[in-house]
């Protein structure tokens, strides 16, 4: 066994064993978000960015970033968006960023006049930072991330080590997931989403990443096993990731993950070579029958609950009346507050205790496009059309990228059914600016256009 793959069974075992001592020993997840950050900019410093190790150290946070959350972790509930925010500054300090992501700098302009408007239209009672770095935090977060990223150029190899430090802490996170339910049927009463087979925590933000976990694993079976025990192992995480996602009762991810698949397989088939094509047609075929193969587990390990969450069913079996989980309703409210609203919109934060008052829900917003469009108004329309197109354009002039299709789909899909709530949606988008070299690069790595 050569030394690289060695190193990853030991680096997936240590993080295995980690998730058994943050389960054991609640004070470990503390003294791990410390380790975290100064490891993060001790090794970004030391290094002075000349590899991105900037983009190694945000996907790790990524990955661990709900982890923390569950377990108490996080001395701040915005950790890893605060630790982002720093290491991509950093990342600029040393190797600059590309002049022709201007467009990113201009979303950040126009989101001010909102946050200008919040302190004045938020009510007295309201802790006005809390409120609006909650919302503002992941947008900011996504265009310097952006502005790092756009057209940097970046090794495939190197790809595959950000690929790999998504895994890491999301093998500790699905351990974790395990011992906090060694027995799904027990705790599997009806069909809403389940916080006992979430970790204890929001299902919605658990399955979100879960679903990158599928991804990032298939990924890796594709293009980073160098031998079948290798292999072996990344299937089998596929299917755990894909598991456990699926048993949350949070459809959000579980759909995204299998869509980014789904794009991946299509993206390689269509850029493959004729004799290469039968090979994928072989893996598409196989991932339908291993998906058939989880949701029969699945479907037994929940007594049949899980179809019927699926189909949009309560456990009686009867229809429900919503098919969104109720986010239809606050998607209608912000809409309202939109049009009630068109120019600047209500601000940030605001549209949480407007819709307290006119409806009683006391719930944030589920979908970023409904919340900018109420809390920015006709900014963030301009603001959303920079998010989505801009990346397009990207796409048309560089091919190389095979994940930059799937990464953008995450993002709009997630951002849809998880709001930006963490670090994931932002730098996911991000990633599909990267220029991603897939032969020797003219220019070293780390260069930008």
Not at 99 to 124: A, D, E, H, M, R
Not at 181 to 196: A, D, L, M, Q
Not at 288 to 304: C, M
Not at 402 to 411: E, K, M, R, T
């Amino acid at each position: 066994m050569k030394k690289e793959d060695s190193s990853y069974i030991f680096l997936l075992l240590c993080h295995a064993l980690l998730g058994v001592l943050i389960f054991v020993l609640p004070s470990i997840p503390k003294l791990y978000t410390l380790l975290i950050f100064f490891f993060g900019f001790y090794y970004i410093v030391k290094t002075k960015n000349r590899n991105n190790q900037v983009l190694v150290i945000s996907a790790y946070i990524v990955g661990v970033e709900v982890l923390l959350r569950m377990t108490n972790g996080g001395t701040l509930n915005e950790f890893g968006k605060y630790s982002m925010l720093i290491f991509m500054f950093l990342g600029m300090v040393y190797s600059g960023f590309s002049k022709n992501g201007f467009l990113y700098w201009i979303f950040l302009l126009l989101l001010v006049p909102s946050i200008i408007l919040s302190t004045v239209s938020l009510n007295f009672d309201t802790d006005m930072r809390k409120a609006i770095a909650f919302n503002i935090l992941g947008p900011v977060c996504l265009a310097i991330s952006s502005i790092y990223c756009y057209q940097r150029k970046i090794s495939f190899d190197r790809l595959k080590e950000i690929m790999t430090s998504f895994a890491l802490p999301l093998v500790t996170m699905v351990i974790y997931l395990f011992l906090y339910t060694p027995s799904i049927r027990e705790v599997i009463r009806g069909t809403e989403s389940n916080f006992s087979t979430s970790g204890g925590f929001g299902p919605n933000q658990v399955s979100t990443v879960l679903g990158l976990g599928m991804f990032v694993f298939f990924f890796k079976v594709l293009f980073d096993s160098k031998n079948k025990l290798i292999r072996l192992i990344n299937i089998g995480f596929v299917f755990v990731f894909a598991f456990r996602g699926v048993i949350t009762f949070s459809r959000g991810g579980v759909i995204t993950a299998i869509v980014m698949i789904l794009i991946l397989t299509m993206v390689l088939y269509f850029q493959a070579k004729p004799n290469v094509k039968p090979k994928i047609g072989f893996i598409i075929l196989m991932l339908f029958l291993s998906g058939l193969g989880v949701w029969a587990y699945s479907s037994f390990e929940t007594k049949g609950m899980i179809n019927k969450r699926y189909a949009n069913e309560d456990a009686f079996g009867r229809e429900k009346k919503s098919r969104l989980g109720g986010r239809e309703v606050l998607m209608e409210t912000e809409i309202q507050m939109f049009l009630d609203n068109p120019i600047f919109g209500v601000g940030v934060g605001k549209n949480k205790e407007l819709r307290r008052e006119q409806t009683g829900i006391d719930l944030p917003t589920h979908s970023e496009i409904t919340r900018m469009l109420a809390e920015h108004g006709s900014i963030g329309i301009i603001d959303l059309l920079i998010l989505i197109f801009t990346p397009l354009f990207v796409f048309m002039k560089d091919r190389q990228n095979i994940l930059a299709y799937s990464f953008y789909i995450f993002w709009i899909l997630t951002i849809n059914h998880a709001a930006m709530r963490t670090t994931a949606p932002a730098f996911v988008y991000a990633l599909c600016l990267l220029s991603v070299q897939l032969k020797s690069p003219e220019k070293s790595e780390n260069s930008i256009s």
